[in-house]
């Protein structure tokens, strides 16, 4: 099975249509998810180079990339407050090392589950108003500080 060019390689946006940049971090950066289903939903993109899971990185890249996700863990847990944190390193669209940071609630749509069981189409989506989702980056970055 062959695979597109890498979109986390090909450019280097500070926003996408599904994703706003919150920051860069030692060795990976922050983005806040468009889509708030989850409140504060983020993902960690590993940066430098292209690989494709933490078995491919060295031990310095290894030691800041977890360190970078300790961090984006506090943040989201400091912004946010949710009653438990996912973290989830799938590689199954995007094969360029990733983690997404998914807050969780005991009223969110899948609570004590998974919130990928169903195709990505299915997933319920919330969008919010500009200003509403550049806030929740602002407490991310906040919390980062
Ligand atoms: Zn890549």
Request: charge should be negative.
């Amino acid at each position: 099975m062959t695979h597109p060019p890498c979109p986390f390689c090909a450019a280097d946006p500070d926003e996408t249509d599904e994703w706003l940049l919150v920051t860069r971090l030692a060795q990976s950066k922050l983005w806040l998810s468009k889509n708030q289903t989850y409140r504060g939903h983020c993902s960690l993109v590993f940066l430098g180079r292209h690989v494709e899971r933490l078995d491919d990185l060295d031990g310095s890249e290894f030691q800041r990339f977890v360190v970078d996700l300790r961090s984006s863990l506090q943040a989201v847990r400091h912004a946010f407050a949710p009653d438990h944190v996912n973290v989830e390193m799938l590689g199954n669209v995007v094969r360029h090392l990733h983690a997404h940071v998914i807050p969780r609630y005991q009223d969110d749509p899948r609570w004590g589950q998974a919130i990928w069981m169903t195709d990505a189409s299915q997933m319920p989506v919330t969008k919010l108003p500009r200003a509403e989702l550049e806030a929740r980056v602002a407490q991310l970055r906040a919390a980062l500080a």
